[in-house]
């Protein structure tokens, strides 16, 4: 046992060198001196960021960039299933943002809408990557349960899950700081939606077709995912191979889906190829 608090949640990294342990909150990210050695945390913790608590999703998942030195993404979820006040990027729910952990604003800690936005319109993103080779930053989002389209359920098939694409820490930034979407937009799984017409797996959607919000709105202003995962299957993780050819992604299921094991069990199994 290297530390005991009920008040951490899943997220666990290491500093490059080995040296320093960072665990997430529900509220805030700490830090503590590591001996790798003994295994044994020394000194005090020191509180990095906060200011993130809020109802429903409550993980912090956490990923220090080895492209961009001393650059911490945190992921935070949203305060409900359909959480509107997202719509707002300065609700800072339902966002990735980035620190520069070693330069805390006079030494004291970030709030969390500090950090620079990576990507918003993210309704949980609990998986977060980097890839080994390119520096890109990728996340795996758990989207919305119980929808309707036009008034219509459509919640057993859609929306997909999704796997965003955020740009680089290291370079360009293209890509970064765009909406994804979520609370207004989704990506398609099953293409029998009412009023699909010629929508594709893995193009926006919006849940009302006849509004101000339509279908072309959500393809024209959000970013869509770089590839889409049946409904209801619930991504927690996002892992490249040193190499960066292959990307494994878990999945825990969900009560909406549990029933359909058959149908989903070949997802839990997928890869960028055959080993």
């Given at each position: 046992m290297v530390l005991s608090s009920f008040q951490l949640n899943h997220a666990v990294e290491l500093s490059e060198?080995?040296?320093?342990l960072y665990a997430s909150s529900a509220d805030a990210v700490?830090?503590?001196?590591?001996?790798a050695g003994a295994g044994t945390l020394g000194g005090d913790r020191k509180t990095l960021v906060q200011g993130m608590r809020n109802n429903d999703h409550v993980s912090r998942?956490?990923?220090?960039?080895?492209?961009?030195?001393?650059?911490?993404?945190?992921?935070?979820?949203?305060?409900?299933?359909?959480?509107?006040?997202t719509q707002d990027v300065k609700s800072g729910r339902s966002q990735i943002r980035a620190f520069d952990i070693n330069n805390l604003p006079d030494g004291?800690?970030?709030?969390?809408?500090?950090?620079?936005?990576?990507?918003?319109?993210?309704?949980?993103?609990?998986?977060?990557?980097?890839h080994p080779i390119t520096g890109g930053i990728f996340s795996v989002?758990?989207?919305?349960?119980n929808i309707r389209r036009g008034g219509t359920d459509v919640h057993q098939d859609n929306?997909?899950?999704?796997?965003?694409?955020?740009?680089?820490?290291?370079?360009?930034?293209e890509s970064q700081g765009g909406n994804y979407g979520y609370p207004d937009c989704f990506a398609?799984?099953?293409?029998?939606?009412?009023?699909?017409?010629s929508l594709k797996v893995g193009s926006q959607f919006s849940l009302d077709p006849g509004s101000d919000l339509n279908d072309e709105k959500c393809a024209k202003d959000y970013v869509a995912p770089r590839l889409t995962f049946q409904a209801?299957?619930?991504?927690?993780?996002?892992v490249f191979t040193p190499d960066g050819s292959e990307a494994y992604v878990s999945f825990h299921g969900s009560c909406e889906f549990s029933y359909a094991l058959d149908s989903w069990q070949p997802v839990l199994t997928l890869r960028t190829r055959e080993p």
């Open positions: 060198d080995g040296k320093t700490y830090a503590w001196p590591y001996d998942t956490l990923l220090l960039s080895r492209k961009s030195k001393s650059t911490l993404l945190v992921s935070r979820g949203s305060a409900e299933n359909l959480d509107m006040e004291k800690p970030y709030s969390y809408t500090d950090g620079k936005v990576i990507g918003w319109g993210l309704r949980n993103s609990v998986g977060v990557a980097e989002e758990n989207s919305a349960d929306p997909g899950e999704e796997l965003n694409f955020h740009g680089f820490l290291n370079g360009s930034t398609l799984w099953a293409t029998d939606l009412p009023e699909g017409g209801h299957t619930a991504p927690l993780d996002i």
